[in-house]
């Protein structure tokens, strides 16, 4: 039972971050336990998300709720029923009921402080397009994807692009996608394994995959060291688009037409 | 472009915004305003979509989603044309009755603004006279606020706007968008309903776990009738539907907090809106993914549905904090004091079309409240409620399990 409470404090600690916020968010709760007046507010203000605390690392909680979900790593979103924000907020404009322009500035400059700036996060970028994905694989999309009527392509692309392919174009099939990069999930795909794993490909072994798997097109960042080229494999070269080559193969093509 | 803009306009706010108009009238007064309609809206459009989509998922084997787009926009269409003549008629049955045929019909700002406050009611401000009345509960009504709130609701605003302009113009990495917005995309480009393997385009069975969370499937809906590629409608477009939404809720239980302070709202507006976008601690937090995964079932859970049972929370409770004998209520007020169980049910099932995570949160928050009320109150009425309420997920569940095991 130890083990597990210990499990949901792990959960807890990443959960809570870098930032301060649910310091203060415990600190609010505690101020509103002790100078809410008001029953009703109290019961959902106070008393609810006490007990969503509390329930949260009992261990009974988190043994029930992976029966339930099937999945563990899931865990911290029971901490997404304490209403953290209305929490906060409310706490200070109690605190500082008499003081508005005091207290929106204080109340501001403490959840600056003790926050992090979403904006700030380097999972976000400027949008290059308004399907907010990155232009080079709208541009290779639309030179490899099929016309209206004509069956539809498979291609095989870095897996730094495989998130973003059929977000684009869902014509275009690929041989592995996001289930083989993410890590925990420990598939196998053949592809992946000639393409993804070494650091320098076996070519013929790639191109051998490839076929075995019908894909018309391969896409291979530019920097990417081989062991040959794979023009001189079967494969023909068709344009440099931004950091990737993009080739068509001409046997799977041809097969693929009849 | 303007066309685009026109349809989606008319499908993403015009149509919800007349479906809110029905359900509205079994609210009480003071909270029938054009805020609660839209946020109503929704929630009804959301379950009308749950109640059509899963049916035409589980059932149809071929261009489900073509079967389900067309009754759920023909529903929607009935439903808005039901609200808006609804609405037509309490004008026509409260005005025309008080008023000169010829004055009504007579198009001025006095006459329309009259016809306005008979629909939404909820949004008549205090004239001085309500302030003299010793028998009037002026927290109940919208009041005026001081030069100064008004800057501060001018701050929220501001902070709002920016927030989606940069939802708008910055993009924001989520390996999670491979599945669900590709999920979207299929349903727009290939008519089907997640049975096709979002990562590599291989057919596959019906992803139990996923697919009752339709809100991908709405997302296609909404690419399908505004004619605009679902990527760009899941990045690009819904993020500022959702954005102002969540805020809608946030004022909603800023008026209950503060019922009695009402210069206090527009300073709690501020304090949450800065509060969403420092909210970054981690990865895992309802902020980041109110800002960096607007779009996704799980964001919807964790910023609007749990807010909205909030909200209904303190409404609820408020309720109970007037003690009213039931008998001696009439219709009306019996269905204003159980329509909060009403909205929760949507919710719930708003909740469901969401993730199948929401409806067992939502399920343990609606418990552990109801637990609190039942030893504050010893009210049995709490429970009856709440189960009512809790209907929506109960038959989620089951349908999960006949299809899962």
């Given at each position: 039972m130890f083990g597990i409470f210990m499990e949901s404090w792990i959960i807890y600690r990443q959960y809570c971050g870098k930032g301060f916020l649910p310091i203060i968010f415990l600190a609010a709760l505690i101020y509103l336990f002790f100078t809410e007046k008001d029953r009703w507010k109290r019961i959902v203000m106070v008393y609810v998300p006490l007990i969503i605390q509390v329930a949260f690392f009992i261990p009974v909680t988190r043994i029930v709720f992976v029966a339930a979900m099937d999945d563990g790593a899931t865990y911290y979103r029971f901490l997404w029923m304490l209403p953290m924000g209305v929490i906060i907020a409310y706490a200070g404009c109690h605190l500082f009921e008499k003081h508005r322009r005091t207290g929106l500035v204080v109340m501001t400059a403490v959840v600056v402080l003790a926050?992090?700036?979403?904006?700030?996060?380097?999972?976000?970028?400027?949008?290059?397009?308004?399907?907010?994905?990155?232009?080079?694989?709208?541009?290779?999309?639309?030179?490899?994807?099929?016309?209206?009527?004509?069956?539809?392509?498979?291609?095989?692309?870095?897996?730094?692009?495989?998130?973003?392919?059929?977000?684009?174009?869902?014509?275009?099939?690929?041989?592995?996608?996001?289930?083989?990069?993410?890590?925990?999930?420990?598939?196998?795909?053949?592809?992946?394994?000639?393409?993804?794993?070494?650091?320098?490909?076996?070519?013929?072994?790639?191109?051998?995959?490839?076929?075995?798997?019908?894909?018309?097109?391969?896409?291979?960042?530019?920097?990417?060291?081989?062991?040959?080229?794979?023009?001189?494999?079967?494969?023909?070269?068709?344009?440099?688009?931004?950091?990737?080559?993009?080739?068509?193969?001409?046997?799977?093509?041809?097969?693929?037409?009849k | 472009m303007i066309l685009t803009i026109f349809r989606l306009i008319i499908w993403m706010v015009i149509i919800p915004f007349l479906m809110g108009l029905i359900p509205l009238r079994m609210l009480p007064q003071n909270r029938q305003t054009v805020a609660v309609t839209f946020i109503t809206g929704y929630l009804f459009s959301f379950a009308v979509f749950e109640v059509i989509a899963i049916p035409c998922m589980i059932h149809i084997e071929y261009g489900s989603f073509h079967y389900a787009c067309r009754i759920y926009g023909a529903a929607e269409l009935l439903l808005a044309f039901a609200g808006l003549l609804q609405s037509i008629r309490c004008v026509r049955e409260k005005i025309y009755r008080e008023t000169p045929a010829a004055e009504v019909r007579r198009i001025s700002g006095r006459t329309l603004r009259r016809k306005l406050e008979v629909i939404f009611p909820g949004e008549c401000r205090l004239d001085a006279e309500d302030y003299l009345n010793p028998r009037r509960d002026v927290s109940l009504r919208k009041q005026r606020y001081s030069r100064e709130s008004v800057a501060y609701w001018g701050i929220f605003v501001l902070i709002m706007l920016f927030q989606m302009y940069m939802a708008f113009t910055r993009a924001s990495f989520?390996?999670?968008?491979?599945?669900?917005?590709?999920?979207?995309?299929?349903?727009?480009?290939?008519?089907?309903?997640?049975?096709?393997?979002?990562?590599?385009?291989?057919?596959?069975?019906?992803?139990?776990?996923?697919?009752?969370?339709?809100?991908?499937?709405?997302?296609?809906?909404?690419?399908?009738?505004?004619?605009?590629?679902?990527?760009?409608?899941?990045?690009?477009?819904?993020?500022?539907?959702?954005?102002?939404?969540?805020?809608?809720?946030?004022?909603?239980?800023?008026?209950?907090?503060?019922?009695?302070?009402?210069?206090?709202?527009?300073?709690?507006?501020?304090?949450?809106?800065?509060?969403?976008?420092?909210?970054?601690?981690?990865?895992?937090?309802?902020?980041?993914?109110?800002?960096?995964?607007?779009?996704?079932?799980?964001?919807?859970?964790s910023n609007l549905v749990i807010p909205l049972l909030f909200w209904l929370f303190l409404w609820i409770s408020r309720n109970m904090s007037e003690k009213t004998e039931w008998k001696k209520l009439s219709a009306g007020q019996k269905l204003e004091q159980i329509s909060p169980w009403i909205l929760m049910g949507l919710v719930n099932m708003t909740s469901g079309i969401c993730s199948s995570m929401g409806v067992i949160l939502g399920t343990v928050l609606i418990g552990t409240y109801t637990i609190v009320m039942l030893i504050a109150t010893r009210r049995f009425s709490v429970m009856l409620g709440a189960f009512c309420a809790c209907i929506p997920n109960l038959v989620y569940v089951l349908i999960y399990l006949s299809i899962w095991i």
């Open positions: 926050g992090s700036l979403v904006y700030r996060s380097n999972l976000i970028t400027r949008a290059e397009n308004p399907y907010h994905i990155p232009q080079t694989v709208v541009e290779i999309c639309d030179m490899i994807a099929p016309e209206k009527g004509e069956p539809r392509v498979r291609a095989a692309f870095p897996s730094e692009l495989v998130y973003f392919v059929r977000q684009y174009n869902t014509n275009i099939m690929m041989p592995f996608g996001r289930e083989m990069v993410e890590a925990q999930w420990n598939y196998y795909n053949a592809v992946y394994e000639v393409m993804e794993k070494p650091k320098t490909i076996d070519t013929r072994a790639l191109i051998a995959a490839t076929r075995e798997t019908k894909c018309s097109y391969v896409i291979l960042a530019t920097g990417r060291s081989m062991t040959q080229d794979p023009e001189e494999c079967g494969l023909k070269f068709m344009a440099t688009v931004g950091k990737y080559r993009v080739y068509e193969d001409p046997e799977i093509i041809k097969a693929e037409s | 989520d390996g999670d968008d491979a599945y669900y917005v590709t999920e979207s995309l299929l349903a727009q480009q290939a008519n089907v309903m997640n049975t096709i393997l979002p990562y590599t385009g291989s057919s596959t069975s019906l992803d139990i776990r996923h697919a009752l969370a339709v809100i991908t499937m709405w997302a296609a809906f909404i690419a399908k009738a505004g004619g605009v590629h679902a990527t760009i409608v899941s990045h690009t477009i819904l993020p500022l539907l959702y954005i102002p939404m969540t805020y809608l809720v946030y004022i909603q239980i800023g008026r209950i907090l503060f019922r009695k302070k009402h210069e206090m709202l527009p300073v709690f507006m501020v304090v949450i809106s800065v509060i969403q976008m420092f909210g970054n601690t981690s990865i895992y937090t309802p902020e980041t993914f109110f800002l960096t995964r607007t779009w996704q079932g799980k964001s919807l859970v």
